[in-house]
């Protein structure tokens, strides 16, 4: 009888190299980290970009007013105002000139027609003279004539005419042409007389 052979033993399995696979998994985490850095890394300089771009827009399009002005740019409006108000001064002090001229033109005026008006007056007054001291001898010499002759001429005569000169007359003498005159004349002229007489004052 034969020995029975001993059973075949099954060999262990052989261990898993985890010592290799460990790397793998390491190394993949190491490349998501650094994946990861780089892309955070990025999007920072993206936003520090986006924020430096919309820093400068904002600062061309809205100023601040306590930003400190060029003094080159602070000089230049200066002078640009300060030639404005020169330029308004020059204009004011023109303006004033022409009106002084002006007012002494219109003083110099007033005077001279001021003088002129003296001598009208004069003139007047001399007219008035010479007329008046005429009327007064054509008067005298109406008185004189007959009253027949009179009351003829004083007959051709314009109503208000012929009443200015017996207005003037002595009463009789008046009365005595006035008595040759046609009556309807004579009554027309006595109306006028009338007339001027009522509005003449009482005292």
Known sequence: MKAAKPAATKAPPKP?????????RSGG???VILAVILAAGGALRLGVGVG?????NAREADVPLNCPVPPAALASALSAREAQVKAKEDAVAQRLSALNLADEAITKRLE?????EEELKQTIAIADGASEKDLTQLTAVYEAMKPADAAALFQTMAPEFAAGFLGRM??????AIMTGMDPAKAYEVSVLLAGRNANAPKN
């Not at 898993?16 to 793998?24: E, F, S």
């Not at 001279?112 to 002129?116: P, Q, V």
């Open 170 to 175: 002595q009463a009789p003498a008046a009365a």
């Open 52 to 56: 430096s771009a919309m820093a400068n």
């Open 112 to 116: 001279e027609l001021k003088l002129a």
């Open 29 to 31: 985490r190491v490349l």
């Open 16 to 24: 898993v190299a985890r010592g290799k696979a460990a790397p793998v």
